[in-house]
């Protein structure tokens, strides 16, 4: 049974800072590109960040420089961490696994984070 599991958000202050964690099972961890997406109400589901098999990492744009993502596959676990924070960046953060061989993804259940003072 294949289980992605998000924590560490949060409500933090604007300039604030958060660490999320997402934990996978049922799946060979290190073969998966291991992502970060966040959805705000009423907005599309966006890239925050991803990170390759061979540690590789992308991030989109409104948290470049700001955010950093890194995975441990000892532990089965890909880490999001959040600088900077502001308002903007309050949304449901998602933790996606995907592989290409088959092609197929999977998702965890989200973990909020809100910034506001």
């Known amino acids: 049974q294949v289980q992605l599991v998000e924590s560490g958000g949060g409500l933090v202050q604007p300039g604030g800072s958060l660490r999320l964690s997402c934990t996978g099972s049922?799946?060979?961890?290190?073969?998966?590109?291991m992502g970060w997406y966040r959805q705000a109400p009423g907005k599309q589901r966006e890239l925050v960040a991803r990170?390759?098999?061979?540690?590789?990492?992308d991030y989109g744009d409104s948290v470049k420089g700001r955010f950093t993502i890194s995975r441990d596959n000892g532990k089965n676990t890909v880490y999001l961490q959040l600088n900077s924070l502001n308002a903007e960046d309050t949304a449901v953060y998602y933790c996606?696994?995907?592989?290409?061989?088959?092609?197929?993804?999977?998702w965890g259940q989200g973990t909020p984070v809100t910034v506001s003072s």
């Open positions: 990170v390759g098999t061979g540690g590789i990492a």
């Open positions: 996606n696994a995907l592989i290409t061989t088959p092609l197929r993804d999977f």
């Open positions: 049922g799946i060979l961890f290190r073969l998966y590109i």
